[in-house]
């Protein structure tokens, strides 16, 4: 199966293709078919979002496209930034801007209180836009009182893994290097239901395919 990636993100690309390495199908990035047109996410759900980017880009390209959407939702502020995750401060994609914005609003919660966690929800569209299979993948965790790590992907510097049980707990995501991260992230879950998931759909003879 050719699987064209559904993303004009380049971090977000580079996360998909390291968890997606090893799969039985051949990954195709957007760059390589010229792009893909730009959707927008105005869905009020992760998985309703990931479904409009799936479809849009398999009708465009003839092919199996997968698509994510995801995002932060933050206990304190009754699940927000989520859908907005991306345009949290009014830019899409202003990562400094929306982890400022973050910050502001929660200056002076208590780390009880600064509860969150990222979800990552998954669309497989077949070439003729039709959704195949959709999943989620969830992580929890606190946000940060300041920036803490390197790796400066979305809200990841201010987001700390605090699910007991795995050596990554305590650990922000912007400290962690992309396998271990993969390991316990929103994106790493969803990929690997996809994964479990992937073999029945690969037996079936569907349109294109």
Not at 121 to 132: F, H, K, V
Not at 175 to 180: K, N, Q, S, V, W
Request: charged share 25%; with cysteine.
């Amino acid at each position: 199966m050719k699987l064209l990636l559904a993303s004009n993100n380049a971090k977000k690309l580079a996360e998909l293709e390291q968890i997606l390495a090893n799969l039985p199908i051949q990954l195709v990035l957007p760059r390589e078919l010229g792009g893909i047109p730009d959707v927008e996410e105005d869905a009020p759900t992760f998985s309703g979002n990931a479904a409009k980017k799936a479809s849009s880009a398999a009708l465009a390209k003839g092919l199996w496209a997968l698509a994510d959407d995801s995002g932060l939702l933050v206990d304190a502020l009754d699940g927000a930034p989520g859908v907005l995750s991306a345009r949290f401060a009014g830019v899409h994609g202003d990562d400094a801007a929306n982890n400022a914005l973050l910050l502001e609003k929660l200056r002076g919660l208590l780390p009880e209180r600064r509860g969150a966690r990222f979800v990552c929800a998954l669309a497989l569209a077949r070439p003729d836009g039709e959704i195949a299979l959709q999943v989620q993948g969830t992580t929890r965790g606190r946000i940060l009182e300041a920036p803490r790590g390197t790796r400066d992907f979305g809200y990841d510097p201010l987001f700390v893994f605090a699910e007991p049980g795995f050596e990554q707990s305590g650990s922000g995501f912007a400290e962690l290097d992309p396998a271990r991260k993969a390991e316990v992230s929103h994106r790493g879950r969803a990929l690997r239901e996809f994964a479990r998931r992937l073999p029945q759909l690969l037996r079936e003879r569907a349109p294109g395919g």
